[in-house]
């Protein structure tokens, strides 16, 4: 087993692989999935993909380009999550029937569909967008969420500015109450693709143990000093 409470600059598909069968209390991640899809009339020098996370085309701040896919990683979650557990993941529009479908290959069953409304909006020809979706997933027997007059609908900002650290960074808000809502204290939650360290500071906030991956050095040298500033913070306070 992994030690706790640590972010490992590694390749999750590798680092989940040292992590025991049946040893994670809570799974919350955000992948890298593709934004948009090619078509067959584009041209060869605009046939890239634009890619959520780490692997923003374009992005300069993004040092990893790795076609990763659903399938490569849902099926290590569900061996190493408890067998009454459960597990959060981002999507885009775009991807939730691949994720649906890859999840429910591996055993995985969909609680809920949850909705991010963010304050800002992205241009689009089919209504501007200003929501994320985060699938809500069970392995084994169903058990209710915490706070089960939570409801399915977040109105939280979204991170703008100095204060947005990664790309796809998501507000710490969300994830403390996800984590509140699906584990209790002392548990260990686990987060694949830790990005900017927002789940590990939030399992600070709610005093949970958690194991985290970012394969990209940059990010993963950021979210470190940033979990530092965090424990630092609450010392003064």
Request: contains cysteine; hydrophobic residues 35%; glycine residues 6%.
């Amino acid at each position: 087993m992994l030690e706790l409470n640590h972010l490992y600059n590694m390749d999750c598909l590798e680092g989940i692989k040292k992590i025991n069968d049946n040893s994670i209390d809570l799974c919350i991640t955000d992948p890298p999935f593709k934004l948009n899809k090619t078509t067959g009339s584009m041209t060869s020098s605009s046939k890239q993909d634009k890619w959520q996370g780490n692997l923003v085309a374009g992005d300069k701040s993004a040092n990893i380009i790795n076609d990763i896919k659903f399938s490569d990683w849902l099926g290590e979650v569900y061996r190493v999550l408890k067998p009454q557990s459960h597990f959060y993941t981002f999507v885009n529009d775009k991807n939730i029937q691949d994720m649906l479908n890859e999840a429910e290959k591996v055993g995985f069953r969909l609680h809920n569909i949850l909705v991010w409304h963010k304050n800002n909006k992205t241009p689009n020809r089919w209504y501007m967008k200003d929501c994320e979706f985060i699938l809500f997933f069970h392995k084994g027997k169903s058990f209710p969420i915490n706070d089960m007059g939570c409801s399915q609908y977040f109105e939280v900002k979204n991170i703008n500015g100095k204060d947005k650290l990664h790309p796809t960074q998501k507000p710490t808000e969300i994830i403390d109450k996800l984590i509140l809502n699906s584990s209790k204290e002392n548990d260990i939650v686990l987060d694949l693709f830790m990005g900017s360290g927002t789940t590990a500071i939030a399992c600070i906030n709610t005093n949970r143990n958690y194991i985290g991956f970012e394969l990209d050095k940059h990010y993963c040298e950021l979210a470190e000093k940033r979990i530092s500033n965090h424990h630092e913070q609450l010392k003064i306070i």
